[in-house]
């Protein structure tokens, strides 16, 4: 029985490819056949049901193939597995039907990250609009949505908002939400637990699936597999995905190649820092939301703009800032103007004033290329120290408030000249080689986090 088992199976591989077959066929057992019917045994009702509407006819072919007398296939589903599929307590409890299992399975949402809440602006508008395109359904026309950008700019808002949104319109739509962390966690205990079936089970019959900041898998290697089998099973199966991330899935260390290739296989959006305007068009949609919460309170003009020029790190602290000013003010029963900004917010407004250093700018630029701090600064004028070299000293000038004489001084006492040429030189090379665009990018990115 095992053997012919074994042929059949083999022969089922290459005609469902490796991944149905890992999926599908590979939890199947054949246990006997009775007057021309086949006797197999799932491990789950689910798969069962699965494997009987997708798989039945292909089944029956290759065990005819491989010899097997029979005309007609009978599925069981396994005793062990039936029963602790139900672990609930009371006998009297109703077995869990799949779909309760959901609210323990997807991390809870944030009713405050809708899409209603979601100020869109210049960095992040194609970021939105991917969102809004996947909440609507349909078709799935790019698989996976891969959003990535700093802490900060939105992306667990934009995912909850996803999930929000399908649930609000469909809410028989199955939609998974969690962490890659939380992800990881579930997939160790389901090993440890022995429940591995149940956990891929739970996966692969969700319609969305959404997993938070997966950089977090990098390196983990059981869980990575795992991931890429599910992630695989879902899109073969035309179920959306959505993944988010702090950087491009390519920068993302330790991560397979394969997970890497395919996840730019689908939508690749990356969320911007936020610029002036779109941060003060947050502070001021949340503005309109505190004045509810704190009647009366009144803020003087010019305010909302202050914080918006000196609070760029994140949108976090942003928001932040702002629920102190307003929880202050009213505790204290003044009006919110900048005395009482510079008083109650010191601590932020210093933090964000803390200069970034040449220095910084330097050490980050030298790792970034992979040549020694010394020849950065140094006098050599090969092209793969050079350039870098071009690429601090514009840095230097874009992200400090320093001089082209004090900048040369801390590039081994060059003139300032110099420095403008370097300057110039990395601007132009941005306007024309999408490498170096990219190269500046990530790096002023990575210094201004
Ligand atoms: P990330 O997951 O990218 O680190 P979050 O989605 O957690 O960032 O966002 C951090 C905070 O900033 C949240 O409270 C979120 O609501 C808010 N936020 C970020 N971007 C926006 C935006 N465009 N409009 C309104 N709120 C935003
Ligand atoms: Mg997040």
């Known amino acids: 029985m095992k053997d012919l088992w074994d042929r059949a199976s083999n022969t089922l591989r290459d005609r469902v490819g490796s991944n149905n077959h890992t999926a599908w066929i590979a939890p199947l057992d054949l246990t006997g056949i009775d007057s021309g019917e086949a006797q197999i045994v799932t491990p789950t009702r689910f798969i069962s049901d699965w494997v009987q509407r997708h798989y039945a006819d292909a089944i029956r072919d290759a065990l005819i193939e491989v010899g097997a007398p029979i005309a007609r296939l009978n599925f069981r589903v396994a005793a062990a597995r039936r029963a602790a599929a139900a672990p609930r307590k009371q006998a009297a409890a109703p077995v869990a039907a799949p779909r309760a299992v959901e609210p323990e399975m997807s991390a809870p949402l944030d009713a405050r990250f809708t899409f209603e809440n979601f100020v869109v602006g210049k960095p992040n508008e194609l970021a939105?609009?991917?969102?809004?395109?996947?909440?609507?359904?349909?078709?799935?026309?790019?698989?996976?949505?891969?959003?990535y950008g700093g802490v900060g700019l939105g992306k667990t808002h934009l995912m909850h908002a996803i999930a929000s949104d399908i649930r609000t319109r469909r809410p028989e739509a199955r939609v998974l939400y969690l962490s890659a962390e939380q992800f990881m966690y579930r997939f160790v205990q389901a090993l440890r637990e022995r429940t591995v079936m149940d956990f891929k089970e739970m996966?692969?019959?969700?319609?969305?699936?959404?997993?938070?900041?997966?950089?977090?898998?990098?390196?983990k290697e059981s869980t990575q597999e795992e991931f890429f089998h599910t992630f695989n099973a879902l899109v073969d199966q035309g179920k959306q995905i959505v993944i988010s991330a702090d950087r491009a899935p390519g920068e993302i260390k330790d991560l397979e190649d394969r997970i890497k290739s395919r996840l730019q296989c689908g939508l690749v959006v990356d969320l911007h820092p936020t610029d002036y305007e779109l941060r003060l068009g947050i502070l001021q949609s949340k503005t309109d939301a505190f004045r509810a919460q704190y009647a009366g309170l009144c803020i003087e003009p010019g305010v909302l703009e202050f914080l918006a020029h000196r609070i760029t790190s994140n949108v976090r602290v942003l928001e932040g800032a702002l629920q102190r000013l307003f929880a202050f003010a009213s505790l204290v029963g003044r009006k919110i103007d900048m005395d009482l900004t510079q008083d109650c917010l010191a601590d932020i407004l210093r933090?964000?004033?803390?200069?970034?250093?040449?220095?910084?700018?330097?050490?980050?630029?030298?790792?970034?290329?992979?040549?020694?701090?010394?020849?950065?600064?140094?006098?050599?004028?090969?092209?793969?120290?050079a350039r870098p070299r071009q690429v601090a000293m514009y840095l230097a000038k874009q992200m400090t408030t320093r001089s082209l004489p004090e900048i040369g001084r801390r590039f081994g006492g060059r003139d300032h000249t110099t420095i403008m040429h370097g300057v110039r030189k990395i601007e132009e090379l941005c306007t024309e080689d999408h490498g170096m665009a990219e190269d500046v990018q990530l790096l002023r990115r990575a210094l201004e986090a």
């Open 351 to 385: 933090s964000s004033d803390r200069k970034l250093s040449i220095e910084d700018i330097q050490r980050k630029v030298a790792e970034h290329y992979n040549i020694k701090l010394a020849d950065l600064v140094g006098q050599k004028r090969v092209r793969t120290i």
């Open 203 to 219: 996966f692969r019959t969700v319609e969305v699936l959404m997993v938070d900041d997966v950089q977090f898998i990098a390196g």
């Open 128 to 147: 939105h609009a991917a969102a809004r395109r996947v909440a609507e359904g349909g078709p799935v026309t790019f698989n996976p949505l891969f959003l």
